[in-house]
């Protein structure tokens, strides 16, 4: 099992900065990747960012350049940082982990955070 908390959303100003967490706890060592994802209204969840296991890193394009995702092994955290942060980049975004056990591919979810951007 895997348990995931998200937390660093809030309210800021178009250009604006945030960093958003997901701290992990349980079997963290079987994680082979953990990424942002983040749905808006009227709006499919989609993948904002990943990190796997080994460093490996992929970003959705509206978000490249602009948001860098990392980890910190020692507190088992992920970090979301967003710069240069757009009205259309309001959402709650949420941190997903995935795992491997006896064969299968298992994923985790944080209960999401809000992030919005005003103009």
């Known amino acids: 099992q895997v348990q995931l908390v998200e937390s660093g959303g809030g309210l800021v100003q178009a250009g604006g900065s945030l960093r958003l967490s997901c701290a992990a706890s349980g079997s963290t060592a079987s994680i082979n990747a953990i990424g942002w994802y983040r749905q808006a209204p009227d709006k499919q969840r989609e993948l904002v960012a990943a990190?796997?296991?080994?460093?490996?890193?992929n970003y959705a394009d509206s978000v490249k350049g602009r948001f860098t995702i990392s980890r910190d092994n020692t507190k088992n955290t992920v970090y979301l940082q967003m710069n240069s942060l757009k009205p259309e980049d309001t959402a709650v975004y949420y941190c997903?982990?995935?795992?491997?056990?006896?064969?299968?591919?298992?994923?985790?979810w944080g209960q999401g955070t809000q992030v919005t951007v005003s103009s």
């Open positions: 997903n982990a995935g795992r491997y056990y006896s064969g299968s591919y298992f994923q985790y």
């Open positions: 990190i796997s296991s080994r460093g490996g890193t």
